[in-house]
């Protein structure tokens, strides 16, 4: 093939068909979807970094000439050009077309196009919660403070600095960036067309993460609050805050919510919301459980000692060669399981003369 040929079909390459209601963004296998009728919701697969998800989603709902879009990806130009290609292929120009950006949670991937949408013309909206979250997590007294809290659970000093670094920076603050947005507060209302939907809280996966739900058809856009493809990453928050206990709550009010329709930022729903969020929260509780045994059978471990003993499928014996990321999760979800067991009065705490927290159950 030569250099022209090439360019021609890299020119051809969006925009062709991939079923009925799909067509590409690009030459990669990225596609826009439509995926309801009613609310017309179309699925834009984007790329993600950093993790071992394949990819994430973000959701353009059509009705009266408007569009919302629910959440914007990761940050980067071919994401950019893959979202932009989606609104193209759909008739939606955000300078013309009156285009609501809604944003679930700050994590990077789900922001990330945020300032293109706004310069293009669209409306960003919020959740107060989220605007809260930004501005006390990203921040670099957050990663201070996640080190300083990780060395408290065991962790050697150099590693926590290392696991505070490769993630405090994930979450966005619009302020600083200069992203223009408004706020919305749960029991809000996100007006497209005809549709109504509700601003609810699902906190858990991050403070002030907030879903949206049309109770007519039963849709939710759920961001992160729940996933099919793995379990939602709980991190720990501050100390005396119990972030597990608050993503039990939400898995149980989403789970009596009877969703029918339900759109991730990650991968597909497949099967009944509600049976996943009662086993994902399951899930957790048996992590729970065995982070109780564990410290039942060894008084006085460290966070940082318990973080194999709670049944992680995980490479301990090869801790070292460990990408930071993925040591980042497992010590990070493992302190919000201690920070949930001394909340629900399972487990003390005792700060030793070395200032490390040392764990005990309660009898
Ligand atoms: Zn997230
Ligand atoms: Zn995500």
């Keep these: 093939m030569t250099s022209v040929s090439g360019a021609a079909a890299a020119?051809?390459?969006?925009?062709?068909?991939?079923?009925?209601?799909?067509?590409?963004?690009?030459?990669?296998?990225?596609?826009?979807?439509?995926?309801?009728?009613?609310p017309e919701v179309w699925r834009v697969e984007l790329l993600m970094h950093d993790t071992f998800l394949p990819s994430v989603n973000a959701f353009v709902v059509l009705d009266g000439g408007e569009a919302l879009v629910v959440d914007a990806g990761t940050p980067d130009p071919l994401n950019d050009t893959r979202l932009m290609r989606a609104l193209l292929g759909l008739g939606v120009?955000?300078?013309?077309?009156?285009?609501?950006?809604?944003?679930?949670?700050?994590?990077?991937?789900?922001?990330?196009?945020?300032?293109?949408?706004a310069e293009a013309g669209a409306r960003v909206l919020v959740p107060e919660g989220v605007l809260a979250d930004m501005r006390r997590f990203a921040v670099p007294a957050w990663r201070d403070e996640?080190?300083?809290?990780?060395?408290?659970?065991?962790?050697?000093?150099?590693?926590?600095?290392?696991?505070?670094?490769?993630?405090?920076?994930?979450v966005v603050n619009f302020e600083t960036e200069k992203i223009a947005f408004s706020t919305v507060a749960p029991?809000?209302?996100?007006?497209?067309?005809?549709?109504?939907?509700?601003?609810?809280?699902?906190?858990?996966?991050?403070?002030?993460?907030?879903?949206?739900?049309?109770?007519?058809?039963?849709?939710a856009f759920l961001g992160d609050a729940v996933l099919f493809l793995c379990s939602t990453c709980i991190g720990f928050w501050g100390e005396?805050?119990?972030?597990?206990?608050?993503?039990?709550?939400?898995?149980?009010?989403?789970?009596?919510?009877?969703?029918?329709?339900?759109?991730?930022?990650?991968?597909?729903?497949?099967?009944?919301?509600?049976?996943?969020?009662?086993?994902?929260?399951?899930?957790?509780?048996?992590?729970?459980?065995?982070?109780?045994?564990?410290?039942?059978?060894?008084?006085?471990?460290?966070?940082?000692?318990?973080?194999?003993?709670?049944g992680w499928r995980a490479p301990f014996d090869r801790w070292a060669e460990t990408p930071a990321m993925t040591r980042w999760f497992l010590v990070s979800e493992s302190i919000a399981h201690l920070d949930h067991l001394v909340a629900t009065g399972a487990v003390r705490r005792e700060r030793g003369a070395d200032g490390a927290h040392r764990y005990f159950a309660v009898e």
Excluded at 14 to 28: I, P, R, S, V
């Design 240 to 310: 005396g805050e119990d972030p597990l206990g608050e993503q039990l709550r939400t898995l149980g009010a989403l789970a009596e919510k009877g969703i029918e329709h339900a759109f991730m930022g990650h991968g597909l729903q497949e099967g009944s919301v509600s049976e996943r969020c009662l086993g994902n929260a399951d899930h957790h509780e048996r992590r729970s459980a065995r982070a109780l045994a564990a410290i039942a059978e060894r008084p006085g471990s460290t966070g940082y000692e318990l973080v194999p003993a709670m």
């Design 187 to 219: 029991g809000d209302a996100v007006r497209l067309g005809r549709w109504a939907f509700e601003v609810v809280a699902a906190p858990g996966h991050t403070v002030g993460q907030c879903v949206l739900w049309e109770p007519e058809t039963r849709t």
């Design 93 to 117: 120009d955000p300078a013309e077309t009156p285009t609501t950006l809604f944003c679930t949670h700050a994590h990077i991937d789900h922001v990330g196009l945020a300032r293109e949408l």
């Design 11 to 38: 020119g051809e390459g969006w925009g062709q068909g991939c079923g009925a209601n799909c067509f590409t963004l690009d030459e990669d296998g990225f596609t826009c979807r439509r995926v309801l009728d009613a």
């Design 146 to 170: 996640m080190a300083a809290r990780m060395r408290a659970e065991g962790a050697p000093d150099a590693e926590a600095v290392e696991l505070a670094d490769v993630i405090w920076d994930h």
